[in-house]
């Protein structure tokens, strides 16, 4: 069973920076394609950032330029550089595993 734990998160200044990681038990990780999704307050869940088992990224435009996905297949971990962070950025982010497992979130608060 594929377990995701998701970690980084916290409040900060707007302008500032983050970095949320997450880690994957099991051995699937390199076949699989990850993502970032987030929870704003009060809206529906959207997609993030996502990278696939060969590497290719795909952004949502309102994150792109600012935040920055990677994975470590060594430590079976993907994460989320988040650079100029700003308020509307605020939401409970969360690790997906596609077809498998989402992680329990973690969740980032940017103060104006």
């Known amino acids: 069973q594929v377990q995701l734990v998701e970690s980084g998160g916290g409040l900060v200044q707007s302008g500032g920076s983050l970095r949320l990681s997450c880690a994957a038990s099991?051995?699937?990780?390199?076949?699989?394609?990850m993502g970032w999704y987030r929870q704003c307050p009060g809206k529906e869940r959207e997609l993030v950032a996502v990278?696939?088992?060969?590497?290719?990224?795909d952004y949502a435009d309102s994150v792109k330029g600012r935040f920055t996905i990677s994975r470590d297949s060594y430590k079976n971990t993907i994460y989320l550089q988040m650079n100029n962070l700003k308020p509307e950025d605020t939401a409970v982010y969360y690790c997906?595993?596609?077809?498998?497992?989402w992680g329990r979130g973690t969740r980032v608060t940017v103060s104006s």
């Open positions: 099991g051995t699937i990780f390199n076949r699989n394609t």
């Open positions: 997906n595993m596609r077809n498998y497992a």
């Open positions: 990278i696939t088992s060969g590497g290719s990224i």
